[in-house]
T-cell receptor, first 109, second 115 residues
């Protein structure tokens, strides 16, 4: 079966750095997405990786290793508004999105 | 501003009733999707449509129905056959189905509670 694993919940301190991991086992791979979702709101696009390596966008970076079936989202200089759930999703061989359950990130002052 | 509008935001239903959730987009996207989100689970695909007058079942289509009569609109009906309909429903659209970098734009969601 297809599987996406993410930690259920993480806690970090304002101003710090946090890394949210995502491991996957899917039938084929055509890219990996990270979305941010504040409670009760719509998910919003953060990043897309299809090649190995690190993609940086301001305070957020996303890394991919296809051989290890692994990705992480790195958030720097954490702000209170970063408190949200972070969803990892993989595009499989049929171009269908397989979603992880999401990681709830709690930022403390 | 372009986007996706879902309505209603909150909906209460009695058991045995059908309800319809509205989804409208003005992004000129070809593909539209309906997802269900439950606590502790990933998004699960109910139905999707890549072109007008055509749609496909997702992983959990039983008890749901859709139509795609216009490019802009993709309403979802939750029928009385859906055994556990209480959930958060998300509509999404994308410009280019069938490609890897197919970024979804989501609506704000509709929360359905069955009394």
């Amino acid at each position: 079966g297809q599987n996406i694993d993410q930690p259920t919940e993480m806690t970090a301190t304002e101003g710090a750095i946090v890394q949210i991991n995502c491991t996957y086992q899917t039938s084929g791979f055509n890219g990996l997405f990270w979305y941010q979702q504040h409670a009760g709101e719509a998910p919003t696009f953060l990043s897309y990786n299809v090649l190995d390596g690190l993609e940086e966008k301001g305070r957020f970076s996303s890394f991919l290793s296809r051989s290890k079936g692994y990705s992480y989202l790195l958030l720097k200089e954490l702000q209170m508004k970063d408190s949200a759930s972070y969803l990892c999703a993989v595009v499989d061989s049929n171009y269908q999105l397989i979603w992880g359950a999401g990681t709830k990130l709690i930022i403390k002052p | 501003d372009g986007g996706i509008t879902q309505s209603p935001k909150y909906l209460f239903r009695k058991e045995g009733q059908n309800v319809t959730l509205s989804c409208e987009q003005n992004l000129n996207h070809d593909a539209m999707y309906w997802y269900r989100q439950d606590p502790g689970q990933g998004l699960r695909l109910i139905y999707y449509s890549q072109i007008v007058n055509d749609f496909q079942k997702g992983d959990i289509a039983e008890g749901y129905s859709v139509s795609r009569e216009k490019k802009e609109s993709f309403p979802l009906t939750v029928t009385s056959a859906q055994k556990n309909p209480t959930a958060f429903y998300l509509c999404a659209s994308s410009p280019s189905p069938g490609s890897g970098a197919n970024v979804l734009t989501f609506g704000a969601g509709s929360r359905l509670t069955v009394l």
